[in-house]
């Protein structure tokens, strides 16, 4: 207790002293407070310096590496901010460097579509063209096929009607010649009937041989154009039958050549 209350401050001696003989407490419990309190202080004395010392410390540490940055030279300083700029533009020179890949790799995607619907836009324009062409090129084959077989036809008509044109040339000759014999037969035999009826008429006894001698000449004469009147229509019923016959003859040919 005297060691304590020795470090203890004057004016808590002096109050302590007032205290104890004013009331007069039990020296022992007095002595206990004392001590309680004198190591309350001193634990708080010790604490209060340790933290007085850590933040000397800090001051200390924060001053010191001032003054050794101070103490440094400009040109380490200086090598330091030169350092960290150029770390800085290192940093902003690859950022660059990737935005520009970045950008040339999507530019190309961009070129790279782009050229591959162009390839398929002009693909198609091609394909489109060819298939018009192929398709125009067979409209000119038809219609050639077309024209080839209508001027076919025209030139196997054409033969056709000159070959009945020429068979009825010559029939019409023919007849002609066949009607002139005729006609000079029937002329021929109309002078002999005049002539013989010149004759009869002389020597006839009667008009009924004469009348009788006038129908049988009228008979002749009916019969000679009766016969050339039924070769007229023979000729041409036939004309007619072989125009058929060649017209369907035409009409097959021209089936057979569109078919094939």
Known sequence: ??????????????????????????????QARMQRIAALAVIALGLTTQTLAVLLWREDSKAASLAEDAAKPDDARERQAQAAKNRVKVQADSDAKLRVMIQAQRKAEIEREAGQRAAAAEEATRAKRE??????????????????????????QDAANRVIEKEQEQKEKVKLEAIRKRAERVHADEKRSHMGERLSVSEADTPEELLKKEKKQEKAARQVRYAALGERKQNEQNIRRRKEAVTQLVAEKAGKAKVA
């Open 1 to 30: 207790s005297s060691h304590f209350g020795s470090r203890l401050p004057k004016p808590l001696l002096y109050y302590g002293t007032f205290r104890l003989a004013a009331f007069q407490p039990d020296p022992l419990l007095v």
């Open 131 to 156: 298939a018009e062409q192929k398709l125009h090129l067979q409209v000119l084959a038809d219609r050639k096929a077309e024209r080839d077989v209508v001027l076919m036809k025209k030139r196997e």
